[in-house]
């Protein structure tokens, strides 16, 4: 039987989200499905899935997005299509937060906020601490809690917060959650 790849769910899909992930994927030697960004996602799971698969390396960085749509739309069809595959081992997920308030929200096990510092409270989509703690408020999040994900970091706007993310710095925050993911999975351990 072939190995399960190994993969981090983003639940942002928009092309400053996709400039970020392909450079963070690179930084960390990994894979992005750049074909998995689009606001809303485009790509059914089955699809996804035959990508990740074909992906040269582990980690394989894939986007979801629906674009603001309130309910499971299309982007959570295929998060949870992924993420429930046999021959997917979902490292963890990061949370991305969105200007929908009080609609869809998610747990988080904690978030990074756009000073790349960690926190037990939530993020807004700018980055910045609000006062509930545990979760975030977005719009491609709503399934999360129903999956088996052993690590949710929720973070703001990929690519943006004040420019903090940018992908020309580096994207930083979002670099920070997916190395605190690969080591608390102990990616780093079986690679090695």
Known sequence: MAEKRKVI?????????????????AEVGGRCISLSHG???VLSGPHLVKLIKKAAKDPVLVMFDDSGFLGEGAGEKALKYVADHDDIEVLGAIAVASKTHMAEWSRVDFCIDREGDLTPYGVDKHGIPELEMGRINGDTVYCLDTLDVPLII??????????RDHYKIGSPITKKAVEIIL??????????
């Open 39 to 41: 606001n809303p996602s």
């Open 154 to 163: 929720g973070i703001g706007d990929i690519g943006k917060m004040a420019r």
């Open 9 to 25: 769910l983003i639940t942002d899909g928009d092309d400053y989200a996709r400039r970020a992930v392909e450079l963070v994927a």
């Open 183 to 192: 080591e608390r999975s102990g990616f780093y351990a079986k690679e090695q």
